[in-house]
T-cell receptor, first 114, second 113 residues
Framework: RKEVEQDPGPFNVPEGATVAFNCTYSNSASQSFFWYRQDCRKEPKLLMSVYSSGNEDGRFTAQLNRASQYISLLIRDSKLSDSATYLCVVNFYRMDTGRRALTFGSGTRLQVQP | NAGVTQTPKFQVLKTGQSMTLQCAQD?????MSWYRQDPGMGLRLIHYSVGAGITDQGEVPNGYNVSRSTTEDFPLRLLSAAPSQTSVYFCASSYNREGYEQYFGPGTRLTVT
C-alpha cells in the first residue's frame, strides 16, 4: 500500500463547477499536510498548507480528517487556469530512513473545460 | 531573486556514463533536496542536506552522490548511468525540513539509453 494515495483522475469538469479531491495517508503519526500544484512539464508549487481546523484561500478549501487519515481539497467556481495536477504531501516519520520526510502522492489531474 | 536554478534542462546519456546535475539557490535556505519524478509515482527523495557540509540519504539514494560545500549549491552526481535512472529530477530548497514551503527548480529531464 502506498503511504500517500490519490485518485490519478483525470477529473474533467466544466468551468464554474465545484470539484473535490481526496488523499489518504497511511501513517497516523503524520504531522504536516500540504497541497502542491504542478502544471504540465513544470515544477511543483505550494498551493496551501492544511491545518487541523480546515482552512480556506479564496476558492480553495482544505480539510484534514485525522480519524480517517485523509485530507481533501475543494475548488469552487473552477477556472480554465485551475487545470493542473494536484499533489498531496504529508510529512511523517519514515521507517526506511529513520527520519522525518515529506512524502508526495502521485497527484490528481484536473482538466477544466470551457 | 532567481530562486532555485537547475542545469541542464535536458540531458541524454548512454548507459555507464557519469554526469553532474547542478542546483543552486539564492534564498539562503539551509535545507536542500533532490527528488526524482516518474510517471504514476510521487516525487521520491534521493538525497538531502540540512546545511553546508551535511548530507544524508533519502528514499532512493543508490546510484547517486551529493555534496554541499556551500549553502547555495547542491550538485547531484550520477556515478554510472542506468536506464532505470531515466526520470525528471527536481532540486528543492526550504527554510527547514519540516512544515515549510519547498521551492522547486524547473527540473532536469534525463534519458539514459
Amino acid at each position: 500500500r502506498k503511504e500517500v494515495e490519490q485518485d490519478p483522475g483525470p477529473f474533467n469538469v466544466p468551468e464554474g463547477a465545484t470539484v473535490a479531491f481526496n488523499c489518504t495517508y497511511s501513517n497516523s503519526a503524520s504531522q504536516s499536510f500540504f497541497w502542491y500544484r504542478q502544471d504540465c512539464r513544470k515544477e511543483p508549487k505550494l498551493l496551501m498548507s492544511v491545518y487541523s481546523s480546515g482552512n480556506e484561500d479564496g476558492r480553495f478549501t482544505a480539510q484534514l480528517n485525522r480519524a480517517s487519515q485523509y485530507i481533501s481539497l475543494l475548488i469552487r467556481d473552477s477556472k480554465l487556469s485551475d487545470s493542473a495536477t494536484y499533489l498531496c504531501v504529508v510529512n511523517f516519520y519514515r521507517m526506511d530512513t529513520g527520519r522525518r520526510a515529506l512524502t508526495f502522492g502521485s497527484g490528481t489531474r484536473l482538466q477544466v473545460q470551457p | 531573486n532567481a530562486g532555485v536554478t537547475q542545469t541542464p534542462k535536458f540531458q541524454v546519456l548512454k548507459t555507464g556514463q557519469s554526469m553532474t546535475l547542478q542546483c543552486a539557490q539564492d534564498m539562503n535556505h539551509e535545507y536542500m533536496s533532490w527528488y526524482r519524478q516518474d510517471p504514476g509515482m510521487g516525487l521520491r527523495l534521493i538525497h538531502y542536506s540540512v546545511g553546508a557540509g551535511i548530507t544524508d540519504q533519502g528514499e532512493v539514494p543508490n546510484g547517486y552522490n551529493v555534496s554541499r560545500s556551500t549553502t547555495e549549491d547542491f550538485p547531484l552526481r550520477l556515478l554510472s548511468a542506468a536506464p532505470s535512472q531515466t526520470s525528471v529530477y527536481f532540486c528543492a530548497s526550504s527554510y527547514n525540513r519540516e512544515g515549510y514551503e519547498q521551492y522547486f527548480g524547473p527540473g532536469t529531464r534525463l534519458t539514459v539509453t
